[in-house]
């Protein structure tokens, strides 16, 4: 998660003189000590990771997330773990972005992919859901609209036949957490 939180810090720096306006990052997963550290809880997981290594709190609910704010070298972040279940996370997004007034292209949405390698980070402005659940209900709640950053992380495939969902649900080898 190192190199993902040096990946957000860099995006913020970049950003910082320009404009005031908050940015939103929001960590995708499942609530419960049962998802905790999963393969398709990563979205949390670079949250606390970014939260702890920047100072910001994560000790309030706001928009059925577990929420922080703070600042990233003069930039005002707010920091988002939706507790509504992954396919339901536009439910606590789209009230977050609409609350604070955000452009979705002040949002970033943080959530695992098995299109993509282990540990492979992929970043972009927008785009589409790719069939992911969580992705297509935020895309929903901001009203269609695709326009707002993803940072893709890549948890690889499921081994042979295995059953996606099950692999989606069990914790990283000590090999790909590292990764």
Known sequence: MLSCTKLLRRCLSSTASSSPQPWLFVGLGNPGEKYQHTRHNVGFDMIDAFAQSQGIPMTSVHC????????????????????????LSGESAGPLAAYYKLPLNRVLLIFDDMDLPCGVLR???????????????VI?????????????IGIGR?????????????????LARER
């Open 158 to 174: 499921p081994p042979g036949q295995m059953d996606p969902k099950a692999f989606l649900l069990q914790k990283f080898n000590k």
């Open 64 to 87: 059925k997330a577990f929420f922080g704010e703070g600042f990233v070298g003069g930039t005002p972040v707010l920091l988002a773990k939706p507790q509504t279940y992954m396919n």
């Open 140 to 152: 929903y709640h901001f009203r269609g609209n695709r326009d707002f950053g993803r940072l893709r």
């Open 123 to 137: 970043i972009q402005p927008k785009g589409g859901h790719g069939h992911h659940k969580g992705l297509k209900s």
